[in-house]
């Protein structure tokens, strides 16, 4: 099963921004999954948005960054969430990506159609 890691913004300038930017990833993740199910080819994703919003200020920004990125390097591509660019670390994780050599896809038809070309290389 390939890991697809899902980038975009996380914070925002309330706690009901940053709620929203969680939502969008979940949003995204979910149908990415479930279209990927019904052609037969799953992927586990890795969405860093849910798994640490409710650890928000326990730590820097700066161990986040590179926690996200640790879980960057391991997925197999990256999905970026619509409004991406106004996010300087979604940015900074399309750019290592994409120096990793990781594809990188911003259209959901996209992701599925990478996912049944390497569904069998797994």
């Known amino acids: 099963m390939k ?3 899902l980038a975009g913004p ?17 949003k995204a ?13 799953p992927v586990a994703l890795m969405c860093p948005h849910p798994m640490t919003f409710h650890m928000e200020g326990t730590f820097t920004d700066e161990y986040w960054l590179e926690a996200t990125m640790e879980w960057l390097l391991r997925s197999d591509a990256v999905y970026m969430i619509p409004g991406w660019e106004r996010s300087s670390g979604a940015t900074a994780e399309r750019a290592r990506a ?3 050599g990781k594809p990188v896809f911003e259209d959901v038809a996209d992701v599925l159609s990478w996912l049944k070309a390497t569904s069998n290389e797994s």
Request: charged fraction near 15%.
């Open 10 to 26: 996380f914070r925002g300038p309330s706690v009901w921004a940053v709620y929203l930017n969680v939502h969008a990833v979940e």
């Open 29 to 41: 993740g979910h149908q990415i999954a479930e279209a990927a199910l019904k052609q037969n080819t």
């Open 98 to 100: 994409m120096a990793k």
């Open 3 to 5: 890991t697809l890691f």
